[in-house]
Nanobody, 117 residues
Framework: VQLQASGGGLVQAGGSLRLSCVASIRGFSAFSVYQMAWYRQAPGKQRELVGTITTGGTTNYADSVKGRFTISRDNAEKTVYLQMNSLKAEDTAVYYC?????????WGQGTLVTVSS
C-alpha cells in the first residue's frame, strides 16, 4: 500500500484546511478493510495521533482537536480526509496518514500545515 497525502499549506489562525490521503493498493485487498489514521509531528516534538477512522466509519479524536477536526473516508475513491477547522498556531505540524490491516502498517509521506497567528 502506498499513501499519498496532500492539501497542506499556510493558513491563518481560525481558518480551515482539508487534507486528503489517497491509497494505491496492490493485490486483492480493498481500501475498505484498512483502518485509517491521521498523525502529526510538530517541530521538535514526537509524532502524535490526531484521530482514527475504522473500517465501519467510527471515528475517534485526540482531545486537542475534538470538535474542530473531522475524519472521513471514501472507500470508492480509496481516500481518507481530515477536515480541519478553527485552526490554531499549535496545529502547525507535518500531518501523516496511516493505514492498518491485520499486522501490516503503512505510512504516507506527510504534508506540512502551517498556521500563522
Amino acid at each position: 500500500v502506498q499513501l499519498q497525502a496532500s492539501g497542506g499549506g499556510l493558513v491563518q489562525a481560525g481558518g480551515s484546511l482539508r487534507l486528503s490521503c489517497v491509497a494505491s493498493i496492490r493485490g486483492f485487498s480493498a481500501f475498505s478493510v484498512y483502518q485509517m489514521a491521521w498523525y502529526r509531528q510538530a517541530p521538535g516534538k514526537q509524532r502524535e495521533l490526531v484521530g482514527t477512522i475504522t473500517t465501519g466509519g467510527t471515528t475517534n479524536y485526540a482531545d486537542s482537536v475534538k470538535g474542530r477536526f473531522t475524519i472521513s473516508r471514501d472507500n470508492a475513491e480509496k481516500t481518507v480526509y481530515l477536515q480541519m477547522n478553527s485552526l490554531k498556531a499549535e496545529d502547525t505540524a507535518v500531518y501523516y496518514c496511516k493505514a492498518d490491516m491485520a499486522t501490516m502498517t503503512f505510512w504516507g509521506q506527510g504534508t506540512l500545515v502551517t498556521v500563522s497567528s
